[in-house]
């Protein structure tokens, strides 16, 4: 690689060599100090390959030998500038090139983060700029110790983080914490009120006191059963526990589905219109003259970044395809329209099931205009139970403060 920079630099051209002595040409090219390299043997003679300013020095020891020389092709840079030397333009424009490039690697031309698993990109991203890490930042302005703890204070979700400039690059390495599950503790007091009004159909009371029994209607936030249990006799006294029961409520809930009898359909015309721009230290900038298509279409977004050297470029190129589409109404008729209806109330039956019984179903269809209804009523049954853990401010007394007092959310 090394080799072939230096032939590029100095210029390379490719000659052959017919009559005369060859043999003794190239024995002279050598005591000479000329370089020759790839030489190959032809049936008119001999080609190889010497520098631009070796092949000045070939024509006296060419004339000597009695050798015909004849150029076959040249290249590199010598020939280059040779070629562009009346535009100064380019020569000004590499030099302006070579400048930007020199004050742009004072700048952070590229954000990465690793180790964000749970953490959105985004959010971490709007947090380091806030701390004065972004594309487009100037390295000598950026404090990374003072910046790793402003982003621990900003991220409570971060347990470690390290911030680490490269060039014109910054890498964020971070750790998230594992946060523990909000779990009531087993040994504090705890009622268990009802997740939902409705009217109790069985009832299991592991641990506390009831408060209803079955066939009483409770409404939601009520207490089922209370973590405070009186004292059985005179000199005991009553206290509190973690209350545990299974509480299984009747409740009836209405459905209604309409399914409109006119549907809009849009069919791709095989027609595509694409718009890009570009995102610049927080600037767009349209590379097109001309806005949106006018005709239905549906769009798609795709942002990427180029990269120089193998270095992501501060610049983001946004692709905004668009495919254009045919819009037109299609009708459905009523039994069509009572189908879809039918599947929607189905799927509904579907996914209570998972979490409870329907005890019963009544349900009717009708038009109404332009839509088919289907009212349905459920009478459904499901576990109402939840924990609600409570403060004890005073000791118990004879009436359970659990009653009465304020809960704890």
Not at 72 to 101: D, H, N, S, W
Not at 161 to 187: C, F, G, W, Y
Not at 360 to 384: H, M, P
Request: one cysteine or more; aromatic letters at 8%.
């Amino acid at each position: 690689m090394f080799i072939r920079l230096l032939r590029y630099i100095k210029g390379v051209v490719r000659f052959s060599l017919s009559g005369g002595f060859i043999e003794r040409f190239l024995n002279l090219c050598t005591r000479a100090g000329v370089p020759v390299w790839d030489t190959v043997r032809s049936k008119t003679g001999v080609t190889a390959c010497t520098t631009a300013a070796g092949y000045k020095r070939l024509r006296p020891i060419a004339k000597k030998t009695g050798v015909r020389m004849r150029l076959i092709e040249k290249g590199g840079m010598p020939f280059t500038r040779f070629r562009y030397r009346k535009r100064i333009g380019l020569l000004v424009g590499a030099l302006l090139f070579a400048l930007f490039l020199g004050g742009m690697s004072r700048f952070i031309w590229n954000v990465e983060i690793e180790g964000a698993e749970t953490i959105k990109e985004e959010y971490l991203l709007d947090n380091l700029r806030k701390v004065g890490v972004y594309e487009g930042a100037y390295i000598g302005s950026i404090d990374t110790l003072n910046a790793e703890n402003q982003m621990m204070l900003l991220t409570p979700q971060l347990s470690w983080i390290a911030i680490n400039l490269h060039a014109s690059s910054a890498t964020v390495e971070i750790k998230e914490r594992q946060m523990a599950p909000e779990l009531i503790d087993k040994k504090s007091p705890c009622n268990v009120v009802a997740a939902r009004t409705g009217q109790i159909k069985y009832m299991e009371v592991y641990e506390g006191q009831p408060m209803l029994k079955v066939g009483d209607t409770v409404q939601e936030g009520e207490i089922i059963v209370s973590s405070y249990i009186e004292g059985t006799q005179i000199k005991e006294r009553g206290y509190f526990t973690h209350a545990r029961a299974k509480v299984i409520a009747e409740f009836q809930e209405d459905v209604r589905i309409a399914v409109p009898l006119r549907e809009e359909l849009r069919t791709p015309t095989g027609e595509v219109v694409r718009k890009r721009s570009l995102h610049l230290f927080g600037l767009d900038i349209p590379l097109h003259l001309t806005g949106a298509p006018k005709s239905p279409s549906e769009r798609e977004t795709e942002t990427g970044s180029p990269k120089l050297f193998g270095v992501k470029i501060p610049l983001q190129i946004t692709t905004d395809t668009y495919r254009l589409v045919e819009v037109h109404t299609a009708t459905l008729s009523e039994a069509q329209a009572r189908e879809q209806a039918l599947e929607q109330l189905n799927q509904y039956e579907s996914d209570f099931s998972s979490i409870g019984t329907i005890a019963s179903k009544t349900a009717s269809g009708r038009l109404e205009g332009e839509e088919y209804v289907v009212d349905a009523q459920f009478l459904l049954q499901q576990d109402i139970a939840r924990q609600k853990e409570i403060d004890v401010v005073e000791e118990p007394s004879a009436q359970p403060p659990a009653q009465s007092g304020e809960t704890k959310q």
